[in-house]
């Protein structure tokens, strides 16, 4: 078995890799702060429900038995997403150059942002501690 294929360490992976990229974007409307007609984009928030569905179903589980026998039948499994959806934001008024970037509206969802992939990442930190722990490894 493969670690990430392993459902709570792939939520974590797919949630990060959202960040990561949500972060790229956040960068891009900093950066575009003053150019004229630039409209703030987004990534369109990933929906937990969902996620969690389909990681726990049952073709999800099946997918990720480990093969111990090459008399074993083999199960391929399928990844998250790894493109997320990108959208213009229109919250605050804009410019009267057009841009409707507000700077202090990207400086608070870059610094939400850092804490969530910096939680993500203690979650898959403290998930892989475990493992060594139940393994008997320090």
Do not use: C
């Not at 111990?68 to 039948?73: G, L, Q, S, V």
């Amino acid at each position: 078995m493969d670690l990430p294929d392993i459902p709570l360490l792939s939520m974590l992976k797919t949630r990060m890799s959202w960040l990561n990229q949500r972060q790229d974007v956040l960068t891009e409307n900093v950066a575009n702060a003053d150019t004229p007609g630039y409209v703030a984009h987004d990534l369109k928030q990933l929906d937990f429900a969902d996620a969690l569905t389909q990681v726990s179903a049952p073709s999800q589980i099946a997918s990720h038995l480990v093969v111990t026998d090459p008399r074993h039948i083999a199960l391929t499994s399928t990844v998250g997403k790894s493109d997320f959806e990108d959208v213009e934001v229109r919250d605050g008024e804009s410019n009267p150059n057009g841009n409707s970037v507000s700077l202090e509206q990207e400086m608070i969802k870059v610094s939400d942002t850092q804490a969530q992939f910096q939680a993500a990442t203690n979650l898959y930190s403290k998930a892989l501690s475990m493992m060594r722990t139940a393994i008997g490894q320090p």
